[in-house]
């Protein structure tokens, strides 16, 4: 009989704050720091609020001081961050054993939102399975099958749009991937749901690098923007859980297509390759473990592909001739110049600053002995700011992307190796769609200058990326 914990949303939730404390359970052992590339001998509360809030002034001051490879000092108590910024580099850290360079340890000021379950926190074999579940849902079938259903979404969105009117283009990016997102992984259709849901998903995306920071004290979760944010999950638990047990009972479960759907359904791999399939029943998903890996699909795939369609938008209404060919594309259907555009998009604006992976035994990257419980990581910002990798690189343009792609590991704005995010082809299917819907009903045009400035562990156009449409 299911226990109290396995049935209450709110003590689920409780659990996972306990147990997730970025900077808390079990003490860490102290890194040995002596031999670390050099890096400033700034107060470690000062680098970290550099990192987490002036990441786009700090990192590449740290890169005309200290070169190619350097090392910051972070809470908890100054542990080493060494970042990279050659291709080289990220090779060997994308290459490296699994059982060493850990993503899950490197990703854990995400777990209290996402739950030890999420693919982005698992490591080693739990990472393993936990992808080869997922897998089926983003494989070239499903995509085909969501493609329509995105077409739809954006189709919509636009029709709204009215000549002549000024948007922020990364609010209404926004909306529309949040929608694709809660149809697509969650199947809901039912407006009264997605009314619910929606709020509750915009709380979680838009909190700032502080708040982030609080999850590791629990104190502060009694206090202001802590306690909001600590209340939201709560809301955001009750109606996932709430979804997820419905599809359990629900009668075209064998037929439904979205992901949620699929998850429930799916055996896990030892079953599969024991012979069992996912009708024999057995050892399923818990509900828990659905909802941490919806949640991190939700949070994963929803701002990273509206802010680079935002930033696409914006770079587009700069340049008219860029804009000329990009509206030729839509309206041939050449979709290879549309995914260069936003590929160019998330090379010249990385959505995610850098790659992280922490070690769980010393390890040589670049020719530097890095000691373990070190982190380590290429910087996405630097990696795509290196002329050496992209000439001309402040530069928009998609043609770098057109019948070939740049030298490995110089665009990374997925990851790479075996953690290479799994929703990469869902995001450039999406962003292609939804650029060809917009692109075919309207010229844009850029209002005013914009820079990126950091909400959580993203960075987004400060201004929203303003256009006009016409």
Known sequence: MPTTLETDPSALTARRFERMRPFGGD???????????????????????????????????????????????????????????????????????????????????LGPIMGEHSLLLQDSSAHKRARALLMPAFNGQALRGYRSLVEEVA?????????????????????????????VVFGVTDEDRLARLRPCVNRTVNISPAVLLGWGYPALQRFGPWRKTVDNAYALDRLIYAEIRERRAAADLAERTDVLSRLIRAAPPQEA???????????????????????TLLLAGHETTATALAWALYELGRDPAQLVRARTAAGEGDDDWLEAVLKESMRLHPVIPMVVRTLIRPATVGGWDLPAGATVGPSIILTHARPDNHSDPSRFDPERFVGHNPPVNTWIPFGGGVRRCIGAGFSLMEGVAVLRQVLTSYDVTAVGADRPRVRNITSVPRRGARIRVG
């Open 155 to 183: 189709r919509d969105e636009v029709a709204r749009w009215r000549p002549g009117q000024e948007l922020r283009s990364l609010d209404r990016m926004n909306a529309l991937t949040l929608e694709v997102i809660l149809r």
């Open 273 to 295: 390759t024991n012979g069992s399939s996912a009708a024999d029943g057995g050892d399923r998903l818990t509900d828990e473990e659905l909802r941490d890996q919806l949640v």
């Open 27 to 109: 003490t860490a052992p102290p890194v040995d720091t002596t031999g670390l590339p050099p890096g400033p001998r700034w107060p470690v509360w000062l680098q970290s609020v550099g990192l987490l809030r002036f990441r786009h002034q700090f990192v590449p001051h740290l890169w005309r001081e200290y070169g190619d490879v350097f090392t910051v000092r972070v809470v908890p108590g100054g542990r080493p961050l060494v970042l990279f910024t050659r291709p080289e580099h990220a090779k060997e850290i994308f290459a490296g054993d699994p059982e060493v360079f850990h993503a899950g340890k490197a990703n854990a000021i």
